[in-house]
């Protein structure tokens, strides 16, 4: 098949019962190429016998617990042949025409290596839905934010990014990504279970030299938190263990390979040994730089969720205290530390055609906090 539609789900009845026709109708005027795909998560709320009874014609894969988003997601696509994966939470409405104008984007812009839709309120439909809006950026400590969703504010849609772009991540809850840049990347970080890692996967996409664009044309609708609610103190300890994670994952290699890229052509300011190359030696100074100024960042980023876990003991919400702790003492056990030899290997290899797009360069909680919803209007002046 060209491309399969893959839902991961986990006790997912009341989603699939609610949006599975809808989606199913989306593509049936279509082609033969495109396959809806149902991998359950060891659900046990009757989704498999829902399925089969219902909707016997989608192929259904089973596993025996639930592996997360990324493990689940990683199981399942290993089994599936196609050019395109689409990863499809189960509650999200799609709209009608949703699925072209990715497939087209993909068609004719072969260094695309992931796109989505813009992403809009299930509840209030004219909204952009907090978990991706528009696509993604982070700022210069890793919070993540949107083009039309920052800190719990969200934006109205009125054609303001309706424009294909590029951006740093583009939310997992409808996500396509080109198969072979999947498997060449290694596919979802399983460290993180869920939440951020789709903000890893794309900034991994990036390094190896694709874009990651938002495809306005498409729409859908997302309902959000089907999972975890967004007061759960586990939903809590993941965000802020991952996000670590997810720093220690690229920045290294981001910041290297800015230094890489800006210095190349003047290679004069390395530092050269023997019979080194000009570009190794650019690429030995880059990654000198980049572990430093990597290393700095996340010290910053640990400190300042250090001040919000003191945040949560002097106002008694404890268990949020206790979720922050244990993101940073699980953090410590799951880091892998960046490896300066495998840095300049990749900005010997990716560096020339390598670039990130939506780091952006100030701190956006103060900022939002200072604007409140003018911010919108001053990040799109910004960048």
Sequence with gaps: MKTAIVIL??????????????????????TEQTEIIVADNGSTDGSLEFLSGTFPSIHTITFDRNYGFTGGYNRALRQIDAQYYILLNSDIEVTDGWLEPLVEWMDTHPFCGACAPKLLSYADREMFEYAGAAG???????????KGRILKMTEKDYGQYDEPEDVLWASGACLMVRADIYRKTGGLDERFFAHQEEIDLCWRIQLEGYNVTIIPE???????GGTLQNGSP???????????????NNLAKTYSLEYFNDKYMEPEGALLDGDETEAEAVARKAAAIGLKRAGRTIFIRK?????????YLVTFRWKYFKAVLDAHREYKALAKAPDKN????????????????GIYRKWIIPRALLHGKDIFKRIRQEI
Excluded at 303 to 311: F, M, R
Aim: aromatic share 12%.
């Design 342 to 357: 495998e840095i300049i290997g990749f900005l010997l290899d990716k560096g020339k055609i390598s670039g990130v797009t």
């Design 9 to 30: 789900n986990w006790n997912g009845k009341h989603f699939l019962e609610k949006f599975l026709p809808g989606l199913t109708d989306s593509i049936s005027g279509g």
């Design 234 to 248: 586990w939903k809590l300890m993941l965000n802020y263990r991952n996000n670590l994670l997810m720093l220690s």
């Design 218 to 224: 498409s729409k859908v609708f997302h309902v959000g």
């Design 136 to 146: 993604g950026m982070i700022d210069r400590y890793g919070y993540p934010f949107c």
């Design 303 to 311: 400190t300042l969720d250090g001040l919000s876990a003191a945040v």
